[in-house]
């Protein structure tokens, strides 16, 4: 029978790169190990804990295992992984709102908050004003096709999380931030993006990008939205519901991460 | 008449953008004083000495002064300028190959090996590879063209930093990178350039750009290659062979730099 060991991050945009259990069984027992990342934390020299970055990476999604089996990350109904790849959820931290936690982008103005920053949202749409600003907790709002708007916070940012999977001029983005700024893609267009590269001379601003973390790195994570209360907004549903669940994605009807109860739905079945 | 504090960078492929003067007049006294960055080393927060971004700037070359005069850089006869904005040279430097030290590209391999690093010269020619590994001094030679010595280098190098000012691919250059490596950018395409985003997230890896630097750095600079006998290659000419020199200088006809001699054309004059 499943146990919460078993319940985890699920229905996303993005596809987990790591295994990443939310709760160690309290026995700790399987009948196997899997070693994801057999090369542990030595993937980048001089880089300790970041098995993200191993050559030979298996992903928990839709790829190969040794044996020839696909993985099928947060839709299995029983995993077994190796400890070292096992993140533990604070006992004050729930599970459902945990699990967006490991790969989520509106929880990021919630962290920059809770590090004392000062967090403007940008977005393309009005709408997400007041949710932005009362919800999230953001300082300001900046419509991203208010040219008057976008022109008068030019210089003005010490950095950008670009979270926008879709194509998108970069130009305006760096054009905000101050000299030494950065700009940090987490979204993954598809096609190329145009970099202007003068912009980036001329104030040694810097663009790098970021996927997912090491082990060490999310389980500080974690235990720092524990800390200081840090949830992702979520709607949780049944497994059933997995296809609804898809089709109002489409429709980015959803606020703001799904998360499938597996170990319930396996329960009722 | 003019001394050797009128020397100073002159024919580049680039323009200097803060009064960088060779060497300070033993008196030091000029008839007027210009402070080309009124706001001093506080345009960046958090910075001192980046006069480079103050936003007020005055480019010492064709750029609109105060007065309403256009400057001149490089091919002024005699310019006085804030002794904030001098750089020494060391006794020990020639002036003729410490101007290029203030904007030019090939001394980077010097300044690399000096540093301790082990260098690797990314070229789409063969022609250069000789003179790369026995005057330059770096440790192995790549042929950007050559998709099998490309392949071969994928994934090895913890920086690169990229010269070109053609319109190029990043792709190749940015998958030479280890995970956390670093591409900068010192050269300044006229047009946008491809920027593939999922190979920054999946590596972390980091694009920027430089242009200059402060007058702390430059001096720094300045003094580190002085102690190292860091040179720029040059070929010295006079004022009247600068039009024969842009001629060549479009045909890559030159190893590596034209540096002007004002003040012997001058007195020849």
Redesign the interface.
Known sequence: MPSKAQRREAITNQLPMVTKLLKLQDDKAGPQRRKETPTGGK???N?ED?EN?C?KIIPTYAAPYHDGTITYGGYSDIMVADEHFIVRIPDNMPLDAAAPLLCAGHVAVKFAKAFGCKVTVISTSLSKKDEALSHLGADSFLISKDADEMQGAV?TMDGIIDTVSAHHA??PLIGLL???GKLI?????DK????????????????????IGGMKETQEMIDYAAKHNIKADIELISADYVNTALERLTKADVKYRFVIDVANTLKQA
């Open positions: 993937a980048v020299p880089h970041l970055y050559p210089g970069l130009m101050k000299a030494h893609m987490v979204g993954a267009p190329p993006l145009e970099l202007p590269v003068f912009p980036l001379l001329a104030g040694r601003k810097m663009i790098s990008g970021s996927g």
